[in-house]
């Protein structure tokens, strides 16, 4: 399905990308990720990828062994991190001639209109240009109120900002069950979903692992962001190596598919707030 698709957003969950045990980048999983990129790129499609991983990967240098609770903290941490994997994923993208650019943002820059516009602008400029935006949420300027807070949505955004057609979400997990996997080895697998309805948020156990704050209910919401911009989208593993080429050969994932009818773009970003400042009486 993926043959299909002119403008792809990939997002890369912290436990993906950042080495659980080792706080480190995996290089090789990420040189085996750009691989597939490039492959994507020789075919004229415009990317775009959303990386978590600054907090996993600044963390050690806060604390040792702690858990970081404090705000400032897991700010100087995101500030540690962000430079590290922003220079990892420059340079594993280098080794296939591709040039990046980095993108932080705030909620805000999703939530006001000239800012959504402006960071529309900017990244089909970096496309035009064949430079692929590495993008995260600005962890060490947003306060705990004002932030999204996990990349599953942001990324949903980014594919709605920026028009993509197809939204990747590399995960810990290779997609949705009805039950939680962890706990219910037999637990159904969801290959395709046409309609998030109540039945498919009762399947979003809250389940978040070591590293990432989101989970399959920010998923789903961003499912439903995805969906509502006539944009595909697909959750599969980040554990494997050559995820991509993984999901083109038909591995194990659930694809979301939109309707037809995409909302037109205003519409769409009303729908896609995250902190609506009105009521409907
Ligand atoms: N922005 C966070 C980071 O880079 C990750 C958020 C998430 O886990 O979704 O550490």
């Known amino acids: 399905m993926i043959n299909e698709f002119k403008k792809i957003v990939i997002k890369i969950g912290s436990s993906s990308i950042i080495d659980e045990k080792t706080g480190k980048v995996k290089i090789k999983w990420l040189n085996s990720l750009c691989k597939d990129i490039a492959m994507l790129a020789n075919e ?29 903290d897991k700010q100087a941490a995101a500030a540690i991190g962000q430079i590290e994997l922003a220079n990892c994923w420059q340079q594993a993208l280098k080794k296939n001639k591709i040039s990046s650019a980095q993108l932080l943002l705030t909620l805000e820059d999703s ?5 959504y516009l402006n960071v529309r602008k900017t990244i089909s400029s970096l496309h035009r240009n064949k430079v692929i935006p590495i993008i995260n949420e600005n962890d060490t300027v947003a306060t705990e109120e004002i932030r999204y807070g996990d990349n599953d949505r942001l990324a949903a955004r980014i594919a709605q900002i920026s028009s993509a057609d197809c939204l990747i979400l590399l995960s810990n997990i290779d997609g949705l069950y009805k039950n939680d996997p962890s706990k219910n080895r037999n637990a159904k697998f969801i ?6 309805n109540k039945k498919i948020e009762a399947m979003a156990s809250n389940t978040v692992s070591a590293y990432g704050s989101g989970g399959m209910v920010t998923k789903i919401s961003a499912a439903k962001t995805a969906m ?5 989208m ?3 593993s980040g554990k494997i190596k050559n995820p991509i080429k993984a999901i083109i050969n038909g591995s194990k994932c659930t694809w979301f598919i939109p309707s037809r009818n995409p909302l037109t773009a205003r519409k769409q970003w ?6 609506p400042p009105g009521n409907i009486i």
């Open 44 to 72: 004229n499609k415009k990317i775009a990828i959303v990386s978590s991983g600054a907090i996993a990967l600044g963390k050690k240098t806060i604390s040792k062994n702690k858990i970081i609770s404090r705000l400032e």
């Open 270 to 275: 009303i729908v896609g707030s995250m902190q």
């Open 234 to 236: 697909v959750i599969s």
């Open 228 to 232: 509502s911009s006539g944009c595909h």
């Open 111 to 115: 939530e006001v209109r000239r800012r």
């Open 191 to 196: 290959p395709k979903v046409e309609k998030i």
